[in-house]
Nanobody
Framework: QVQLVESGGGLVQAGGSLRLSCATS????????MGWFRQAPGKVREFVGG???????YYADSVKGRFTISRDNAKNTVYLQMNSLKPEDTAVYYC??????????????WGQGTQVTVSS
């Protein structure tokens, strides 16, 4: 079983930055594909981006160029650096882990989420 704990959410003004962290348990973190998702009130969960074990990253068009995902395998942690934040980025952000991930539906483990609120 893999446990994921997100942190770093909060309130920020439009144009500002936040960095979310997702700490994971388990000895095989480096082999997992890690993803970030978000869900705004009344909306479906949205894939934000992911990073595979080899470091390859992929982003949703809505965040491309503004958000960056990285991982530190020594710390069993994945990060989501969010710059140039917009009010429409307001959501609960979740991290997820998966062993064989070909798409957003393939993640096996999920964190509890952290709230990000961007004021205009």
């Amino acid at each position: 079983q893999v446990q994921l704990v997100e942190s770093g959410g909060g309130l920020v003004q439009a144009g500002g930055s936040l960095r979310l962290s997702c700490a994971t348990s388990g000895r095989t973190f480096s082999s997992y594909a890690m993803g970030w998702f978000r869900q705004a009130p009344g909306k479906v969960r949205e894939f934000v981006g992911g990073i595979w074990s080899g470091g390859f990253t992929y982003y949703a068009d809505s965040v491309k160029g503004r958000f960056t995902i990285s991982r530190d395998n020594a710390k069993n942690t994945v990060y989501l650096q969010m710059n140039s934040l917009k009010p429409e980025d307001t959501a609960v952000y979740y991290c997820a882990a998966g062993t064989v991930v070909a798409g957003p539906d393939d993640y096996d483990y999920w964190g509890q989420g952290t709230q990000v609120t961007v004021s205009s």
